[in-house]
């Protein structure tokens, strides 16, 4: 995948623009709805200079929600795109990369499947840009919990990019 996209360290900032043309701010998530069309859309953009991999783990997504330490226990859903891009060790596996949108809720107003205390995800789908990631986009939207998400209004959004550990 080179030269029909984004250069892969511009991923964040790509998907920065495309939730600002959903009237979402990265740091100011408002609209849940909006902030999956987005994401949805960027999930669309080809980036350049990845690092094909046997498996084809290239280029993927999830969705994952729950209650987590590092969130102070709030309710939370986000929003991941992972990337293998090249290694910075030298390495011939590729390092991977996350642009990842957390939307964290008050317990008050959290959506209802995040009262509990549950952990789950929509599991990695690492299908090709076009019809095969909107399919696969689709499949992870009809998740009764990601539904519930969409109504619910976030306290706190952050945008990350960063290596996965």
């Given at each position: 995948?080179?030269?029909?996209?984004?250069?892969?360290?511009?991923?964040?900032?790509?998907?920065?623009?495309?939730?600002?043309?959903?009237?979402?701010?990265?740091?100011?998530?408002?609209?849940?709805?909006?902030?999956?069309?987005?994401?949805?859309?960027?999930?669309?953009?080809?980036?350049?200079?990845?690092?094909?991999?046997?498996?084809?783990?290239?280029?993927?997504?999830?969705?994952?929600?729950?209650?987590?330490?590092?969130?102070?226990?709030?309710p939370c859903i986000?929003?991941?795109?992972?990337?293998?891009?090249?290694?910075?060790?030298?390495?011939?596996?590729?390092?991977?990369?996350?642009?990842?949108?957390?939307?964290?809720?008050?317990?008050?107003?959290?959506?209802?499947?995040?009262?509990?205390?549950d952990e789950a995800?929509?599991?990695?789908?690492?299908?090709?840009?076009?019809?095969?990631?909107?399919?696969?986009?689709?499949?992870?939207?009809?998740?009764?919990?990601?539904?519930?998400?969409?109504?619910?209004?976030?306290a706190r959004s952050?945008?990350?990019?960063?290596?996965?550990?």
């Open positions: 995948m080179t030269g029909v996209g984004v250069p892969w360290p511009r991923s964040a900032d790509e998907f920065t623009r495309i939730l600002r043309k959903h009237g979402q701010e990265p740091g100011a998530v408002i609209d849940v709805a909006l902030a999956w069309r987005a994401f949805r859309e960027f999930l669309q953009v080809e980036i350049e200079d990845l690092v094909p991999e046997p498996e084809s783990d290239i280029d993927g997504f999830i969705v994952q929600w729950g209650r987590y330490p590092w969130q102070g226990g709030r986000s929003f991941t795109r992972q990337l293998a891009v090249p290694s910075t060790s030298g390495d011939p596996q590729p390092d991977y990369w996350q642009v990842e949108l957390t939307l964290t809720f008050d317990d008050a107003a959290g959506p209802v499947f995040l009262k509990g205390g995800d929509t599991g990695f789908f690492f299908r090709p840009v076009g019809s095969l990631r909107d399919d696969a986009v689709t499949e992870a939207g009809r998740y009764p919990q990601l539904q519930a998400a969409l109504t619910a209004t976030p952050v945008l990350s990019f960063d290596p996965v550990c």
